[in-house]
């Protein structure tokens, strides 16, 4: 374990070991938040010359399930590194014949069925320095960076993976799976995929002005779409194993479309304006 301080990234990552292990040179660090610790160390390498970095979403063991991830400080670390652009790969089920595994989904729209976690800053709780956060209401019609959804889009169709490009994504709370019934009215509803931790990342991205982008990959037709015997988790983690390679392949040719940091002039740079968040942020 290597502890640094004053290291930089400019980009983050949300997603698992896959991603940043076959990198050389990574640095590995601790970081602190006044949320209490990160999923894990973050592993900062470089990308298309670009830094990276990268946190294993449910730890490096795999050991958080979704409702356990603590979700505010993994970004407010990110956040305290410099990212300024993050990238969110998750495993989701299709809720559409078509939509099997295998297939790239880029959602531009999100619906939190979640029930028990944290989603926001200003909450009212002091932070260790005193401050205290007013109250505030965040916009999130659009809740994902159009910026990096284009560039997610491309870098896919460029490496032959026709994607998705938009669609919702329900986040449900887990970390079991649906019944057949909840899946059935969530393909009712029109929406798409389903997962279980694209939110809070999705807010607390927002609330932190960073740029979120979110990649799911379906890893299985959801329990409604299809007769059989529903989803399991073996079935899940078999199809994410097979993709893992060419999803790793589109978010580093991704992060290479992305613009740089004070090149951003996307809605998601503009969501403190006109109120005043009462907290410092990183
Ligand atoms: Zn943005």
């Known amino acids: ?86 990238l969110g790969p998750c495993a989701v089920g299709g809720l559409r014949p078509e939509y099997g595994p295998g297939t790239l989904l880029i959602p531009d729209q999100l619906v939190d069925r979640t029930k028990n976690r944290v989603q926001t800053y200003f909450d009212g709780e002091p932070l260790p320095g005193g401050q205290i956060p007013n109250v505030v209401h965040v916009a999130f019609a659009d809740p994902y960076c159009p910026t990096g959804r284009k560039a997610a889009i491309s870098a896919a169709r460029k490496r032959d993976w026709e994607p998705v490009d938009g669609g919702t994504l329900v986040v449900v709370e887990g970390p079991r799976f649906s019944t057949r019934a909840e899946s059935v009215w969530h393909a009712s509803q029109g929406w798409s995929v389903v997962g279980m931790t694209g939110h809070p990342e999705a807010i607390l991205a927002r609330e932190l002005e960073l740029c979120y982008t979110s990649l799911t990959l379906v890893t299985d037709l959801d329990a409604g779409t299809e007769a059989g015997d529903g989803v399991s988790h073996s079935e899940v983690m078999r199809v994410f194993a097979q993709n893992v390679d060419r999803l790793r392949e589109v978010l580093f040719d991704t992060i290479r479309e992305l613009p740089d940091t004070q090149a951003r002039d996307c809605l998601c740079t503009t969501a403190h304006d006109g109120w005043n968040p009462g907290i410092d942020l990183p």
């Open 1 to 86: 374990m290597v502890e640094t301080s004053g290291a930089q990234a400019d980009i983050g990552i949300i997603g698992g070991s896959g991603f940043y292990s076959f990198l050389d040179d990574v640095i590995e660090i601790t970081v602190e938040t006044p949320y209490g610790p990160p999923s894990d160390s973050l592993f900062l390498g470089e990308v298309a010359g670009r830094r990276v970095a990268f946190l294993p979403r449910h730890g490096r063991k795999h050991h958080l399930p979704p409702h356990r991830i603590n979700y505010r400080a993994n970004l407010w670390a990110l956040r305290s590194l410099g990212v300024r652009q993050v």
